[in-house]
């Protein structure tokens, strides 16, 4: 007798599967509504990507190839967790090369390569509900839904204006989908916003805390709220990646030393990877090499 235990195929049983999927089903059909739905406790506490977990294990096959990536990393504690959770559970093909996955569970960032028709982008989603902050009672967000009473929300951006001469949002910024409902992307960047708009993919957002589920389908219109005389932007950087060179792309501030020693690298480890096997070269590789040599 083994002393593994087992588990059912992704570790979630079939009922719950399926109560799951219809949870997706309607949330497709309805591009940004937030779908209820009854999270079940997973081996992992709140806040830790409950949602993004039930949502995978409830689409996953035996032919799927899974990427988990934390703010765009692959060797974060949270991604080789929950890696290592749906190998255990499902025993799965896992990867970190974002154009070999079918499934991507995602913590915060969407990867820099451009997804294409067939994979499915899973977002673990801490606060669903995009006017949380301008209006804490559920039941009054739910009407200001059906009625597409978004005023509180033009008027929060308008007091960024009035008080910083622009909006200062920088992730968790507000979307409307299909024309219709706002949407919470989840705390991404604002930088990655562009990328939610007719994305060849299929977008899933799971809230486990919560008990949420919302989606954008495939080549659905997202855009990002702003005016006209104060349009969205994204966040620019003035230099480039300092290991593969990388422009026009999300960098994270690493700091090398006490005495303000520091470089800016890309967010997306597999693609700042990809550039540097393809011969591309920032101007802190080779110093980086030699240190670790």
Same mark, same amino acid.
């Given at each position: ?24 089903? &309607? ?5 940004? #509504?937030? /779908? ?18 039930? *949502? ?7 032919? @799927? ?54 994979? *499915?982008?899973? #977002?673990? *989603? =801490?606060? =669903? ?17 059906? $009625? ?9 951006? #308008?007091? @960024? ?38 994305? @060849?993919? $299929? ?12 989606? /954008?389908?495939? #080549? ?10 104060? =349009? ?5 950087? @003035? &230099?480039?990646?300092?290991? %593969? !060179?990388?422009?026009? *792309? ?9 005495? !303000?020693?520091?470089?800016? /690298? %890309?967010?997306?480890?597999?693609? %700042? ?21």
């Amino acid at each position: 007798m083994t002393d593994l235990a087992t588990y059912n195929f992704g570790y979630l049983d079939e009922q719950t599967k399926r109560m799951i999927r219809r949870a997706i089903l &309607k949330a497709i059909a309805i591009p940004g #509504y937030q /779908v209820p739905f009854a999270s079940r406790e997973m081996p992992m506490p709140y806040g830790w990507g409950t949602g993004g977990v039930q *949502v995978t294990a409830a689409i996953i096959g035996p032919q @799927d190839v899974l990427k988990v990536i934390d703010q765009g990393a692959d060797d974060t504690t949270n991604a080789v967790s929950i890696r290592a959770f749906f190998q255990k559970v499902a025993n799965v093909a896992v990867t970190t090369r974002t154009q070999d996955a079918t499934i991507i569970q995602t913590r915060h960032r969407i990867p820099e390569q451009k997804l294409g028709e067939g994979q *499915v982008l899973v #977002y673990q *989603v =801490p606060i =669903p509900e995009p006017l949380r902050f301008l209006e804490p009672r559920e039941t009054e967000t739910r009407k200001m839904h059906a $009625l597409e009473e978004y005023g509180l929300m033009h008027v929060k951006l #308008y007091e @960024d204006i009035a008080h910083n001469g622009r909006i200062s949002k920088t992730y968790a910024y507000p979307v409307k989908v299909a024309g219709r409902y706002v949407m919470d992307p989840s705390p991404t960047p604002k930088f990655d916003n562009p990328k939610m708009h007719m994305s @060849d993919a $299929l977008q899933l957002f799971g809230a486990g805390r919560e008990k949420r589920i919302y989606a /954008v389908p495939p #080549y659905t219109e997202v855009v990002s709220l702003d005016f006209e005389d104060h =349009p969205f932007e994204i966040q620019k950087f @003035d &230099k480039p990646c300092a290991l %593969c !060179g990388a422009e026009n *792309v999300y960098l994270d501030e690493v700091v090398l030393d006490d005495k !303000g020693g520091r470089m800016y /690298v %890309c967010s997306d480890t597999d693609h %700042c990877e990809d550039r540097r096997e393809h011969g591309h070269h920032g101007a802190m590789l080779a110093t980086t090499k030699e240190a670790a040599e």
